[in-house]
């Protein structure tokens, strides 16, 4: 399986993932593989209801029970109760509930934590919650947005007298366009509350390290290193005896980009205990207790000119919080804000949004966190224009997109994008969908009065990713940086190891990075070991998500290893006895220009290094070298994506025919890794547009609380999908990369219910809500028609 | 994820069973292939006393056939019903119904009789039973019984088999010339259960629906069959026809609304799917 | 507490379990097969499938009594010596995993669908694996995998 490599190509190869071989052999280390001696169980009580006091709560019971070591309810728990921070309070006046891992007398949507029960194994654990003594005074639960800001509502946290988390301003000027304007097109969108739903439950497993004040926590998590400050700031565990690892990692999708309740609970009663103490949820756990994603009413006007010239665009947004403030909670939804005008050049833009609690589940980043909502809202409503015009879409956009020679061009939302070239995206992806056989289909069905239309759904999206230049999270008012750090050390035998503190689960770092140093390094891939994962022996990061790890933690491989060379150079020099500006690198080797005789591979460099019997003065033994970068700027991937939809109007079932994408994400490092990104990114996004969207009842009940009722597609619910790309390297990214993450969630899901509404609109279907369920679009159909169902 | 305590049997006779079942009282539940009972289990939404495990009781496992039925052991499990040559060639209907049922590991565990004897509304192979008019035998303390389909289903995830009984086995008439079948499922996914399923067998005579039986899935407490369509069927010769007897399909039922479907649509797609089901066993879509 | 002697991966287990241990709980925490995870508590996701007397079944689905005198094959059974089981090197040269927690299940069901179709249609592949989850890849590069495992095992893929 060793692939041979020219090492100054190995960017841009589809290699075949290091990660594989554990993966396909069950040889992984999953956090709830993790079977430490003498650990604890611990099970956890949660709320049946989503707005209750908690008249009664007695633990006594469970303590009788076999194998029970301990129990504890808030009362119990006292000081070690820590509260789930947040880090991004969005504005000065933002209103910041406190979130107590165990509950206070209160709980605020179903799932909140109750009380917990450790024993000796996993089954009594579970089995003593059953001698827990919990009544609850049921409230009403707060459900709806509207309702909840309107006077009167029920108030989910009454110490803070208002339903209201912020609100938060950003633009203006469109009340001047629009009353200029011969068109405003004006739209309400729901967005719909999703559940990440990775594969792998989360896990936490904490174990005191002998007799010591060190703890190590062991997390299904994306961000070890953001975990380990929270936590060591939460639970006063000093940060330097806090060790974190995130061993494999099965998914997250900003799922486990989190601080969560019950990994404050472990380290808290394995410190208590003074031994490991382990947890892991179910599915059903899972459904109600990890946060979720989206979850937005976006009220959307677009102003133009009666010839299709975009003028303004005015947003107004209430986002749900959920019951609490989780880590990034409020600032998800303002992730979003920047990239509402899309790719097009208008005059004036309005943006507000408003947080409003419930009780329901906290919400928080979900693949692409703001940017699908904002790229939904965007490409619907253009959309909507060009119906409204009787224009073609497509001819809509190009009408009103940023031209490839505009670059680098600010937006009315002022951020100000390097690169792009939408024109080429979209007539490749035109051509591979073939839009014009489709479109004439498209009328011939029409013509005929087919119960089966088709319809035509186009998104061309742009993304602001990389996360991101610290001093624009600051200006934001986030709490941290976004930077990212790599060492890269070169082991005495001239293997390598890129130490990144970037934290994968299931993007493939491991090949990836390895491609990039090796194409610096000259070391062929397999030499080169990728350490992530780990604040013990990765302790710098800033972990993944939000697309950021390669455009950032990239940029850190290329300079760390140009900084390697750089050290390596010298000491090469002096083994050959000349300047290190006569030496030429060129596949691992130094040789002096001219006379190739004379030469040392870096693997030679390295021994020399490390026996430091003859270093040229002032030099340190040991080869690594570190670098942190800051970015530069956000990335800008864009694309086109084309969607065939099959609508059957007997039935309202939806079917996707075909798909087309072409993504420009700049550089690709390994080409085969990022199809997969797209591939997965296309079916989240599908997801919600077709199947997916977590449902409340009036009592605040989820009832998409299991896989059984929350439907995930599977392979017969999404076609094959056709990706192409363009490559336009970013400028602002010394690798020219962009990020790929989430690019196929952001665009898909517009691309998907434009294919249905432009199929409907001879019906006079102008809107559909999600997930375009069968029902949901039976009942558009009959409404449309004038309620003759 | 984790079930509450219980007793495990495994009987090798129908009667050990029986025994096991008197034995464990009315807490005891038998288990087929355990593919609609364990989920339950593990969510602790039951809590046996003692599961007494049918699966490996060789009467009821296995298929065969006399003059007139092919008879399936109530253990027989759906991947085995679904391919079995018996099946295919005289009761095709139930094998195109089968591999609609969950997924292929699901159906390597799951049972025909457990599916039947579990009665879920949602569930596809009562339907089947019911259009073909499965004949089902019970065993009890008392002795053996036999059971029409039109009797057996009572209510929701209620049959004719008593707390002390057990589903043996189900005969299904053998399929004669002229009668064509399909089975019409409608679901969000492919793993989500049938929203409605229509499973439709008619006799044709000389281009003419001479016969037709209907059974509708998820459109009632139980499987029922579309009557007032059944009769308005008889001489259509068109999807026309067809499509104007469906129009009643969904007369007499009381399907339920959730968050995937309410009443009003069930109702709507009763009519179309049984369009469609009868247009394809008719030969005429 | 009922005895059972299961054969797992090769291996003969003799063991006393509580009935209501499911098979996958056993093989994880009983004698620490954990190449077999668990993904859901409703059958859904198919994370934990193994293959039970050689046929796929979901071992949250299976009491660890009710195997007792079968052969159990897990993930971590499936390569013979060093020697990847198509299915696996299929998965790896076309990308068919990424975070890896599906696989598991994902390869055995695989396994399964090619033992009974060995020459299975992409529809035939996207039904046979309809009870396996995955949130990765979109199913694309799986379908591929089993296709080109096909190939691998002299069948082929229509």
């Not at chain 1, 430490?36 to 949660?46: D, E, N, S």
């Not at chain 1, 728990?77 to 933002?94: F, M, R, Y």
Request: aromatic share 6%.
């Amino acid at each position: 399986m060793t692939e041979v490599l020219d090492t100054a190509n190995a960017i841009g190869r589809p290699i075949k993932r290091k990660e594989d071989a554990r993966l396909l052999h069950g040889q992984t280390n999953w956090t709830d593989n993790i079977q430490l001696p003498g650990t604890v169980h611990m099970a956890i009580l949660r709320s049946p209801v989503a707005h209750a006091n908690i008249t009664k709560l007695d633990i006594s019971g469970a303590l009788k029970r076999p194998n029970v070591v301990a129990a504890f309810g808030a009362e119990e728990l006292g000081d070690l109760n820590g509260s789930v921070p947040c880090v991004w309070p969005v504005t000065d006046d933002i209103v910041m509930p406190d979130f107590p891992a165990l509950a206070k007398g209160k709980v605020h949507h179903m799932g909140d934590c109750v009380a917990v029960v450790l024993a000796t194994d996993a089954t009594s654990a579970v089995d003593a919650l059953e001698a827990i003594d919990v009544e609850y005074d049921v409230l009403p639960a707060v459900i709806d947005m509207e309702k909840a800001i309107a006077p009167g509502s029920t108030i989910v946290h009454e110490d803070k007298g208002t339903n209201t988390c912020y609100v938060y301003n950003l633009g203006g000027g469109y009340d001047e366009v629009a009353a200029k304007a011969d068109v405003i097109v004006k739209r309400r969108f729901i967005n719909q509350r999703l559940i990440p739903a990775f594969m792998e439950p989360r896990s936490v497993v904490a174990a005191p390290m002998g007799m010591s004040d060190e703890i190590t926590v062991w997390s299904s998590t994306q961000i070890p290193h953001i975990l380990r400050v929270l936590l060591a700031l939460v639970t006063g565990v000093p940060e330097n005896n806090l060790r974190i690892i995130a061993p494999d990692v099965g998914g997250g999708f900003g799922g486990k980009l989190q601080i969560y309740r019950e990994e404050i609970l472990v380290t808290q009663l394995a410190r208590k205990l003074g031994k490991p103490v382990k947890w892991t949820e179910t599915r059903s756990e899972d459904m109600v207790a990890s946060h979720h994603g989206r979850d937005q009413i976006q009220d959307i006007e677009l102003a133009a000119t009666k010839d299709g010239k975009m003028l303004g665009l005015k947003v107004t947004l209430l986002a749900d919080m959920g019951a609490y403030l989780q880590i990034i909670t409020p600032g998800t939804p303002l992730l979003g804000m920047f990239m509402y005008p899309g790719i097009y050049k208008m005059d004036a833009y309005d943006f507000t949004c408003t947080g409003v609690f419930t009780n329901k589940t906290p919400t928080d980043a979900y693949r692409g966190a703001g940017r699908p909502e904002a790229t939904y809202a965007i490409e619907r409503i253009v959309d909507e224009l060009a119906n409204e015009l009787g224009m073609e879409p497509m001819e809509l956009r190009r009408k009103n997109w940023i031209t490839h020679e505009e670059f680098p061009y600010t937006t009315v939302a002022g951020l100000t994008y390097d690169t792009g070239n939408y024109e080429a995206a979209t007539a490749k992806a035109l051509e591979m969908f073939d839009y014009d056989g489709l479109r004439a289909e498209q009328k011939q069905r029409r013509e005929s009065g087919d119960p089966v239309q088709l319809g035509i759904g186009i998104s061309t999206f742009t993304e602001m990713c990389g996360l991101a230049p610290s001093r624009t999270l600051g200006a934001l008012k986030y709490v941290a940086g976004g930077w990212e750090h790599c060492t890269v050390r070169l082991l005495p035998t001239g293997k390598v190891e890129v130490i990144t503190g970037t934290s994968p689960h299931g993007q493939g770092h491991e090949t990836a990075w390895s491609q990039i140093a090796s194409s610096i390094l000259g070391v062929p891939v397999e030499d080169i070991e990728v350490i992530h994962g780990d604040t013990g022996r990765a302790p710098y990061g800033m972990d993944t998500y939000g697309s950021r790890s390669l455009a950032v933690g990239g940029q850190a491989i290329k300079a760390a290893s140009e900084r390697l060379v750089d050290k390596a150079r010298v000491i090469a020099a002096h083994q050959l006895e000349c300047s290190p500006s006569d030496l030429e690198f060129v596949e691992g080797v130094f040789s002096v220009k001219g006379d190739a005789e004379k030469s040392q591979p870096l693997g030679a460099v390295a021994f020399e290094a490390f026996t430091a019997h003859n270093l040229p003065d002032g030099v340190e033994p040991t080869l690594s070298a570190e670098a942190t970068i800051d970015p530069q700027d956000f990335s800008y991937p864009h694309g086109t994506h084309l969607a065939a939809m099959e609508v059957d109007t007997e039935t309202g079932k939806v079917t996707l025919r075909k798909y087309v994408c072409v993504d420009d994400i700049g550089i690709q490092v390994n080409p085969m890794i990022v199809e997969g990104q797209v591939h997965g990114g296309l079916a989240q996004g599908i997801a919600q547009a077709m199947y997916e969207g977590a449902s409340y009842d009036e009592d605040g009940l989820l009832q998409t609380a299991s896989l059984a009722d929350y439907l995930i597609p599977s392979s017969m619910d999404l076609p094959s999908f056709i990706t192409g790309s363009t490559v336009t390297p970013s400028t602002t990214h010394p690798l020219g990369t962009k990020g790929v993450g989430e690019a196929g969630a952001i665009a898909s899901t517009p691309a998907i219910i434009n294919g249905i509404v432009d199929a409907l609109r001879p019906l006079g279907v102008n809107e559909m809500a999600m997930p375009a369920s069968p029902m949901t679009v039976w009942k558009t159909i009959q409404a449309a028609k004038g309620g003759a169902a | 994820m984790i079930p509450v305590a219980f007793d495990y049997t495994q009987p090798s006779t129908v009667d050990e069973a029986l025994a096991s079942l008197a034995a464990g009282g009315e807490d005891a539940k038998i288990m087929g292939g355990g593919q609609s009972l364990m989920p339950v289990l593990r969510l602790r939404m039951a809590a046996p006393s003692v599961v007494v495990d049918c699966s490996r009781i060789d009467e009821m496992i296995g298929i065969c056939e006399d003059d007139t039925h092919v008879i399936i052991g109530a253990a027989t499990t759906h991947h085995a019903v679904m391919n079995d040559p018996l099946v295919k060639k005289y009761v095709p209907l139930l094998a195109e119904v089968t591999s609609t049922v969950a997924d292929p590991a699901i159906r390597h565990r799951g049972t025909l009789g457990g599916a039947l004897a579990h009665a879920d509304p949602a569930g596809d192979q009562p339907s089947a039973a019911q259009a073909l008019n499965a004949q089902f035998l019970i065993a009890g303390p008392s002795g053996r019984r036999t059971v029409d389909a039109k009797d057996f289903f009572v209510d929701y995830f209620t049959t004719a088999v008593g707390p002390d009984e057990i589903l043996v086995s189900v005969a299904f008439p053998k399929q004669s010339d002229g009668w064509g079948y399909h089975y019409e499922k409608f679901s969000r996914t492919a793993q989500a259960w049938a929203m409605v399923g229509v499973a439709a067998a008619v006799r044709m005579e000389g281009g003419k629906i001479a016969e037709a039986r209907v059974a509708l899935t998820n459109m009632a407490p139980t499987s029922v069959r579309a009557t007032s369509t059944e009769a308005a069927l008889v001489g259509a010769s068109t999807m026309a026809d067809i499509a104007a007897a469906s129009v009643n399909a969904a007369d007499g039922t009381s399907p339920t609304s959730d968050i995937h479907a309410d009443a009003e649509y069930r109702a709507h797609l009763a009519q179309v799917l049984t369009k469609r089901a009868v247009g394809k066993a008719a030969a005429l879509s | 507490m009922q005895h059972i002697s299961v054969t797992v991966d090769g291996m003969e287990y003799n063991a006393e379990v509580e009935p209501r241990t499911l098979l996958v709980h056993w093989l994880r925490n009983g004698i620490g097969k954990v190449g077999t995870v668990v993904g859901c508590d409703t059958s859904n996701c198919g994370a934990c499938t193994v293959l039970l007397d050689g046929r796929s079944v979901k071992s949250c689905s299976v009491l660890a009594v009710q195997a007792n005198g079968s052969e159990v094959t897990t993930i971590q059974g499936l390569a013979d010596g060093n020697e990847w089981h198509p299915v696996q090197t299929a998965f790896k040269e076309c990308h068919g995993l990424q975070c890896g927690y599906c696989t598991p299940g994902m390869v055995l069901a695989a396994v399964d669908l090619l033992g009974e179709n060995p020459n299975p249609s992409e529809a035939e592949i996207r039904e046979g694996l309809e009870g396996n989850l995955c949130r990765c890849t979109g199913y694309h590069n799986i379908v591929k995998s089993v296709a080109y495992a096909a190939e691998l095992m002299g069948g082929g893929s229509k």
